[in-house]
């Protein structure tokens, strides 16, 4: 067989074969949770949060990973202080629709991240409302700095009483959207009104936050 018709099998075959050969979409490690507690900021403290994240991801097919809130906690009362960076293991993280959002740790809490309204999507890789959406859901609950640590002070003010206070208090939130000022951060923007369901959404947000694969 000459160059020539070697040349047009390998290109039969490759076009034949092209789908098989396509790299695989990378499961999803991370969203947005489509709904919150239903109960303010009262998520059942991080493990309540973490269930929440489990069961939403299973039932898209994804539950058979490690899935944990992004959430800090304070120290108190029996309870150890908390970075939410450091419950989520190291990455890389992708979307449900197989959209990098971070390579690592490092670039997630870095302007490295691809944390955006297009990419920080829910579970079902669908959009979050946000900015200038009807209604606005973009106040996201994490209770960090923009670095994934615990934002000074009493766990009161910072996190709701450790996420299981849907009256006193106020949390930490960032805007998926990245809108809200000239600073606005994923993860760190301003503190809600209060921590009942009423106030998160009069705030701007409805109670949702972030769940990464810790594996």
Known sequence: MNNAKI????IALAAFAG???AQEQQPMSFFVTSV???DGANLGGLAGADAHCAALADSVGRGDASWRAYLSQAP???MPLVNARDRIGNG???NANGTYVAWDIDGLHEDRNNMR????VDENGEVVNGAGDQPNRH???TGSDSSGRLVPGNAAVTTCSNWTSNSDGRAMVGHHDRLGGPNASWNSVHSTRGCSQDDLIGTGGDGLFYCFVAD
């Open 36 to 38: 919150g507690s239903g």
């Open 76 to 78: 108190g009362g029996g």
């Open 7 to 10: 040349f047009f099998v390998l």
């Open 92 to 94: 890389p993280w992708y």
């Open 139 to 141: 106040d996201i609950l």
């Open 117 to 120: 309204k297009p990419t920080s």
């Open 19 to 21: 789908p098989s050969l």
